[in-house]
Every structure is written in structure tokens, then in C-alpha cells.
């Protein structure tokens, strides 16, 4: 069960942007697994990738086409990911791209591609000819709901959120949607996500505040340190409520809240990551710099002894250390390096805290929540990451995931 997360009520629709799903037969039965996100002409769209080498075919044509024009429609199919498809991959993205641009008479750089699933098997660009004039009858400004759902994977709830935003100008919305439960190590962003907006926005503005709130939630989580191939986070701003940044203060509130939304639904794809049992914050401070304290989260987070140990609820703090240890920082004085699980110091001048009790830190570890906080005593610079332990389930998932 997820960890702290319930599904997504109370989403509000976004003026100039409808949604659409159906059970296309992709590869699921019996589910929606096709998405479809309908955006006014004047929109403004922004757009991050992930930094996989292997990246699928619908991520090179998307980026592509955003490049190329503006945004109208974007599909999203879940259960196939087209990636390591080759040549003939390519070729299927830009065939439902034609397809759809066909049936809703835009360019077919006008359609952007997004896919995820299982690699390597072909596109069935059938189900989706079939599909698509369903889903344009279809469009509504309320199906947040259902397009989340369609989109999922092993995630086991949909995972969405809406922020209402007061500007000077009047009242504007967020609202947001994303799908990943595991082969998360975004570098980027995370497996899909995909938020919008009826605010007006310039391409500059969309572009530097999208890289902002991602920067800080979805570069800033990892279940398993695998990056997908697949990953993609979209930002799109319709202008259809009419109201722009007549000050800075606007912006500020603006970035607040879009921060907030691509939080939560970063977090939330921790939440309910794969098997998970725990949700866990790792804090790096007084790090002599950004990479450096990411690099000692990153470290922590992707142990499997540290994982494993918070799966059985092990105050185990001797894997924490030695991972902290082996995080690649130079000249570490491990006196200066304390650490803390909770309220619970369990480590300070280079061994166990004086006056830490294994009971103390079994009262931690029981929870569903946990803090690790590691003090490097190097500098004056913080950060912060989300993980997930590591438990049975995560294995019998990912063993049993083309079967």
C-alpha cells in the first residue's frame, strides 16, 4: 500500500485544456491505457527529457516537434514503452502522430508522443488509429481523473493534485498529473508527468520557471536509481484565464505554487513506489556544495543494505555511516560528520553517539515516515531527497514484470 497517499479528489479543470481516455488494448486488458491532452492554440508549452542514452522514439519526437511548433495535442500510452524499437520505433511514433493530426486536422508537429511501459516491443499502431476519434468526441475539462489513471503502470493509484493561485489580476489554477513507481532516478524529471495551467505566460518565462520546480522535485527523488527511458515532465500554460504577472509579487506566488504541486506529485511517486514501505527523507547539511551533499544522498538512498534495513525496520545506523563514507567526497574529516535519524543522534566524532540506545532508534525506524539527516560540517550548503526502502515486493514486481 502507499505510504501516506490516498487518490487525487477535488481536481479542477484548466480553462483551455481538455482530456480524454480509453482502453485501447495496447498491451493491458480491461483498462484504460491512452491519454489524451487537448491544448488551446495560443498555449505555451515547456519540456524536459530524460538524459537516458537509450531514450525511447517517442521522447527524440516529441522533442522534436516541440522544437518544431506549438503544442496541440499530446498522447500518452501506457503498457509499451517504443524504446529500443530502432528504426521502426520512430517510425510508429510519428505514424499515431499523423494519425492524430489526421483526425484533428493540425500539423503533425503539432502532436507530441509519450509512451511508457515494457522496452522493446513494437508499437500497435492499429489499437491507436482505432482509439483516437473516441477520444477526441471524448475531450472534457473535467477527465483529470480518468486520464491519470490511464496512464499508469505499476503505480497502484493515480496520482494528481490541484493549487489555486490568487494574483493581483484574479484567481488562476494548477493542475497536475503523474505517473512512475519504479526505474526511478528521473535526472531530469520523472517517468511522466504532466501539469497545467491557465495562466498567461511567455515561452522565456515557461521555460526558467518549469526548470526551477523540477530542479527541485523530480531531480530530487530515486526508488531504485534506475533511469527510464521514457521520462518526461511537460508544463503547459493555456492563457485562457486572461491573467498574466502584472508584478513580481505574482511570479513569486505563482513559482510558490507550482513548486508545491511538482513536490507533491514528485513525492507521491515515492509514495508509491514499487512494493514500498517507507517514505524517507535524506537531508545533507553544511555540504561545501550542491554536488557534493547530492552525492552522499544519492549514495545513502541507493544502498541496498541501507534500502533493506528500512524495510525490516533495522536501526542498522552502521550501513548509513558506511555509506555516507564511501560517497566520494575528498578529505571527509568523519569527527566533523554527525548523524541523525529523526531527533535521534545515532553518530558524531567518527562513531556511535554517546548517547544513543537501540531503543531510540527502533522507535524511528517503526515509522512510515523517516528523516536521515547527515551534517557534514564542510560548508554552508543544504539539499534534500525522497526514496523508498526496499522490500520483498519491489523484487517479486519487477521479477514478475513481463509476465
Known amino acids: 500500500m502507499p505510504v501516506g497517499l490516498s487518490s487525487p479528489h477535488d481536481l479542477l479543470p484548466v480553462k483551455g485544456v481538455r482530456l480524454a481516455a480509453c482502453a485501447a488494448g495496447i498491451r493491458y486488458q480491461g483498462r484504460d491505457d491512452l491519454a489524451l491532452i487537448e491544448l488551446h492554440e495560443d498555449s505555451t508549452v515547456a519540456a524536459v527529457f530524460t538524459r537516458n542514452a537509450f531514450c525511447a522514439a517517442p521522447v527524440v519526437v516529441a522533442r522534436q516537434h516541440l522544437a518544431q511548433a506549438s503544442a496541440r495535442y499530446l498522447l500518452i500510452n501506457s503498457g509499451n514503452a517504443n524504446a529500443g524499437t530502432g528504426a521502426a520505433g520512430f517510425d510508429d511514433a510519428r505514424a499515431v502522430c499523423t494519425l492524430m493530426a489526421e483526425q484533428a486536422h493540425v500539423d503533425m508537429v503539432s502532436v507530441l508522443p509519450f509512451s511508457t511501459g515494457v522496452i522493446g516491443e513494437p508499437l500497435p499502431v492499429t489499437a491507436f ?146 512494493g514500498a514501505t517507507k517514505f524517507v527523507e535524506i537531508r545533507v547539511n553544511e555540504a561545501a556544495n550542491e554536488q557534493e551533499a547530492l552525492s552522499v544522498a544519492y549514495t545513502v538512498a541507493h544502498s541496498p543494505l541501507v534500502k533493506t534495513a528500512l524495510f525490516a525496520s533495522d536501526p542498522n545506523w552502521g550501513r548509513i555511516l558506511a555509506a555516507v563514507g564511501r560517497s566520494g567526497i575528498a578529505n571527509m574529516d568523519v569527527d566533523r560528520v554527525h548523524i541523525d535519524l529523526g531527533d535521534v543522534r545515532i553518530v558524531e566524532n567518527g562513531a556511535r553517539a554517546a548517547s544513543y540506545t537501540e531503543a531510540q532508534g527502533q522507535a524511528v525506524m517503526d515509522q512510515d515516515e523517516i528523516v536521515i539527516s547527515i551534517t557534514l560540517g564542510r560548508g554552508d550548503v543544504d539539499s534534500v531527497i525522497w526514496t523508498s526502502d526496499l522490500s520483498f515486493d519491489y523484487v517479486k514486481i519487477n521479477a514478475e514484470y513481463r509476465t
Open 129 to 274: 488509429e482505432a482509439a483516437i476519434p473516441g477520444l477526441l468526441k471524448g475531450l472534457d475539462d473535467s477527465a483529470w481523473s480518468s486520464a491519470a489513471e490511464a496512464i499508469m503502470t505499476t503505480d497502484t493509484l493515480p496520482k494528481a493534485l490541484s493549487e489555486k493561485v490568487t494574483l493581483s489580476g484574479g484567481e488562476v489554477v494548477i493542475t497536475g498529473m503523474a505517473k512512475g513507481a519504479g526505474m526511478i532516478r528521473p535526472d531530469m524529471a520523472t517517468m511522466l508527468a504532466f501539469i497545467a495551467t491557465d495562466v498567461v505566460i511567455d515561452a522565456d518565462q515557461i521555460k526558467q520557471m518549469h526548470a526551477q520546480a523540477v530542479e527541485q522535485s523530480f531531480n530530487r527523488v530515486t526508488v531504485d536509481g534506475d533511469t527510464s527511458t521514457n521520462d518526461a515532465c511537460v508544463l503547459m500554460a493555456s492563457g485562457q484565464s486572461g491573467i498574466g504577472f502584472a508584478h513580481e509579487q505574482d511570479q513569486l506566488l505563482f513559482q510558490a505554487a507550482l513548486d508545491s504541486v511538482y513536490r507533491h506529485l514528485a513525492q507521491a511517486l515515492i509514495r508509491d513506489g514499487e
